[in-house]
């Protein structure tokens, strides 16, 4: 029987009779079928080899294959898979401890979960238990999560399915300076701008029902957009004026994306608290969690946390993300983020100035996106918000994947972000398949 699922064909068979993949109508689906992936390098099961462009969804930081990792994985599996949250384990009191010494310094305690939308979800849960208040803000250009309160945090339109959704989650406007109608003078002016409306917008609410702010620390799947300077240093102090918690959601950010262990370190602000999942194991298995601040930390001491999974700081996830905190720091996994990321900022740029498509490039350490529009003087997006009925991205998607670059869109963004182990040469490689692609773009719309 299992002879069946050897070949590519009735392993797709029976992919599409049985399994339901996410965010897609399933007829036309046609999935590659991968039997390796090594390094910065997935194999389909013709041998043609893809360069990880994405690190998968953002997550494989450490690249695919990492024995270290693989072998603290099986170890576990050995010695105790699972036991109880309410239980102490070597791997769950190292990994806690771990977490809390690369965090910024005024964290005080983690509770694990399995991924990036539990986590936030437990997030809203305590910064309303903490505050006692209910209204929670988040940006429009995010995506926090598909569960519901997640989804109901998440501005783009994988929200909608959620809707009328739940009361009390508020939306505001995100720094996005080049789809900005005003000229601002600086960057800091434009943070002014913005925390000025949304300062506005808390009071209206009423400052006082207004429990948390959740931002991901550089927008993810969005756009990559980028902090201007003082703008998370203005959310601080807007929360601090209101009594308001700053999240940082830093399960695409977090763990050496940016250059840095987390996204905010760039800025020095220190959240109150940090949800994150992704590069914490890597994908070798599932894991995330929320970071708290020492005050939050000690609030718990008499109240009761009103959280629980089944697999809250499982074992085997646990180990796992011990051995991935040391093999980020045992290959200097943080340093080389930011030293390519000098490189690919570099081939951006290039390709921005040479085509026509590419109306702005966004980048920091190893995540990067590339903005096309049908216009650089009118920056009209290649493909409206919300509607791509032409299915231009996904053709684009394509013809990167088939010249052995693999990534994924949203709305008129390519994203580019490889794992972190990334070298010169490779990347420079990579980026010369997406020149070509973009050159075919520049031909599409000068049509
Ligand atoms: N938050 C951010 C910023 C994300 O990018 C994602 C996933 O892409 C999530 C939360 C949700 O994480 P998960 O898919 O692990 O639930």
Redesign the pocket.
Known sequence: DDEIFMDEDSIREYDKRYNLHSWSAQKNLNPLVITKAEGIYFWDINGKRYFDMSSQ??NVNVGHGNKEIINAIKEQAERLPFIGPSYAVDVRSKLAAKVIEKAPDNMGKVFFT???????ENAIKIARMFTGRQKIFSRYR??????FG?ANLSGEPRRYTCEPGLTGFIKFFDPYIYREKIEFKSEEDASRYYLDKLKEQIIYEGADNVAAIFL?TVT??NGVIIPPKGYLQGIRDICDEFGILMVC?????GWGRTGEWFACDNWNVKPDII?F??GITCGYV?L?GVIVDKKIAEYFDDNVLMCGLTYNAHPIGCAAGCATIDVYEKEGLIENSKKMGKVLGAGLEKLKEKHACVGDVRYIGLFSAVELVKHKGTKEPLVPYGKDPEKIMPRIIDSLRERGFSTYSHENCILVAPPLIIKEEELKEALSILDEVLDFVDEYIEK
């Open positions: 969804l953002v399995l991924g990036g939308a539990d986590a936030n995010s995506y926090h999560g598909a569960s997640a991901e993810g799947s959601d830093e399960v695409m950010t949800t999942a992704k599932p995330g």
